[in-house]
């Protein structure tokens, strides 16, 4: 049980685009997602939580209007990167959080490369 | 503010031998702290968590871990070491609801032959 999928795996894109990531609950219902972003050789920071059906709530230094997040079902939360640019380039990973328990699971992550 | 320090970014061991990554934790409420492991290129998969209940807690892979308040530790430990056991191990502190994981900054396990 608690399995968490993310797709795409990989993704190559272009200065200037949107990519977007998604993150499923496959067995069980998220009440709370996470985003977290990982940089090479660097651990995990938060960038936002996300609660089903309210606004993402972001951490600070990070660009609610650049991570894009929904979560408008109890088993999808997407991260949209708008206007991509190579800084962005980095391991974004996602977790969710079943109501009342205290223990998130991880998707696999996705890596991006913004040429 | 919570923080999660995690001593010695690299950590070696031979086969069979005692495995112990160390990790302090800071914390101003009752901490929940939890051990993941990363392999390469994916996610993070959990290994155990403490959450106020026992302070010697069982994970998998014969991992366990033993929360100290007196020494604001929770290291990790596993008695013989394996081959498939090198990875990335992060130890993580969160408030009582499991909101903001606070990872801390990870330890490279390699295991020799």
């Known amino acids: 049980g608690a399995v968490v999928s993310q797709h795409p795996s990989w993704v190559i894109c272009k200065s200037g685009t949107s990519v977007k990531i998604e993150c499923r609950s496959l067995?069980?219902?998220?009440?709370?997602m996470f985003w977290y972003r990982q940089f090479p050789k660097q651990s995990l920071m938060l960038m936002a939580t996300?609660?089903?059906?309210?606004?993402?709530?972001?951490e600070q230094g990070v660009e609610k209007d650049k991570f894009l997040i929904n979560h408008a079902s109890l088993t999808l939360s997407t991260l949209t990167v708008t206007s991509a640019h190579p800084e962005d380039s980095s391991f974004y990973i996602c977790?969710?959080?079943?109501?009342?328990?205290?223990?998130?699971?991880f998707g696999p992550g996705t890596r991006l490369l913004v040429l | 503010a919570q923080s999660v320090t995690q001593l010695g970014s690299h950590v070696s061991v031979s086969e069979g031998a005692l495995v112990l990554l160390r990790c302090n934790y800071s914390?101003?409420?009752?901490?929940?702290l939890f051990w993941y492991v990363q392999y390469p290129n994916q996610g993070l998969q959990l290994l155990l968590k403490?959450?106020?209940?026992?302070?010697l807690v069982k994970g998998i892979n014969g991992f366990e871990a033993e929360f100290k308040k007196s020494e604001t530790s929770f290291h990790l430990t596993k008695p013989s070491a394996h081959m498939s056991d090198a990875a990335e191990y992060f130890c993580?502190?969160?408030?009582?609801?499991?909101?903001?994981?606070?990872f801390g900054a990870g330890t490279i396990l390699r295991v020799k032959s």
């Open positions: 977790s969710a959080r079943d109501g009342g328990k205290e223990t998130q699971y």
């Open positions: 067995d069980f219902q998220a009440t709370t």
């Open positions: 996300s609660n089903e059906g309210s606004k993402a709530t972001y």
């Open positions: 914390s101003s409420v009752p901490p929940y």
């Open positions: 403490y959450t106020s209940a026992a302070t």
């Open positions: 993580a502190v969160s408030d009582v609801e499991g909101n903001k994981l606070v």
